[in-house]
């Protein structure tokens, strides 16, 4: 293992409800990342299937990973806001707490970490897609909307798979970010733009969830992503 005084890797994990995948996926996580110094973060919502309780009691006696349940709050963005907040890695990886975000992609995305600024998963570029071809045609189509609206280079704008260098989070106005549901990774990387940071797209595969029921809905999905469009639109 690599030591450090300081962590290398902050891995933010929000979650609601994953009481079926919470515990595989942080040995997964710690599998993949056993040559760095890391820490993982959980910030659940309170989950009724006590997620966060689950977490808690498994790994009760391992430093390296940090359960914050709470009491107030609901949405996405600011409990990986929280998540950010209570880390000290020099990288900040956020990902999904349901599989949808691969583990095995990891070591992929920190391969790039001393090149670029920000790394992306994709679904949207050579090697990546999704099991659900609906979605993924319909995403893919919006996807292609958000890039010509924006004038934004990444192909995957809705994904919230990434790894960020803390130095330039800190750049960043965090509380205008990190807000609402998944519209936030829009926000993320129109600023990410407009810094000019350089930024890496490796591609992912979304599978079908095994355990738990998704909490999207697309018309409110597609309702806040719209608006927030809208919003940076007007904001220029």
């Known amino acids: 293992?690599?030591?450090?005084?300081?962590?290398?890797?902050?891995?933010?994990?929000?979650?609601?409800?994953?009481s079926g995948n919470i515990i595989k996926l942080i040995k997964k996580i710690s599998q993949k990342l056993k040559i760095y110094n890391f820490e993982i973060?959980?910030?659940?919502?309170?989950?009724?299937?006590?997620t966060g309780?689950?977490?808690?009691?498994?790994?009760?006696?391992n430093k390296n990973i940090k359960i914050f349940i709470r009491e107030k709050g609901k949405d996405l963005a600011s409990a990986i806001l929280l998540g950010i907040n209570k880390s000290e890695g020099e990288e900040i990886l956020v990902m999904d707490s349901d599989f949808n975000h691969d583990p095995e992609v990891l070591p992929i995305m920190l391969a790039h970490k001393d090149s670029y600024d920000l790394v992306?998963?994709?679904?949207?570029?050579?090697?990546?897609?999704?099991?659900?071809?609906?979605?993924?045609?319909?995403?893919?189509?919006?996807n292609l909307l958000i890039r010509s609206l924006l004038h934004l280079k990444t192909h995957d704008n809705l994904s919230g798979f990434f790894l960020l260098k803390r130095k330039h989070l800190a750049k960043f106005e965090k509380k205008n970010i990190f807000y609402g549901y998944g519209?936030?990774?829009?926000?993320?990387?129109?600023?990410?733009?407009?810094?000019?940071?350089?930024?890496?797209?490796?591609?992912?595969?979304?599978?079908?969830?095994?355990?738990?029921?998704?909490?999207?809905?697309f018309i409110p999905m597609f309702i806040d992503y719209s608006k927030t469009v809208i919003q940076i639109l007007g904001s220029r």
């Open 183 to 217: 519209e936030y990774f829009i926000r993320l990387l129109t600023i990410a733009h407009k810094h000019n940071l350089s930024i890496y797209e490796v591609p992912v595969f979304y599978k079908n969830r095994s355990s738990g029921e998704s909490k999207s809905k």
């Open 41 to 50: 973060i959980v910030v659940d919502d309170n989950s009724p299937d006590q």
């Open 120 to 142: 992306v998963g994709s679904r949207y570029i050579k090697g990546g897609g999704m099991e659900d071809r609906v979605r993924f045609i319909l995403s893919f189509i919006y």
């Open 53 to 61: 309780d689950l977490a808690k009691r498994e790994f009760s006696k």
């Open 1 to 18: 293992m690599i030591l450090s005084e300081k962590y290398m890797i902050s891995v933010i994990l929000p979650t609601y409800n994953e």
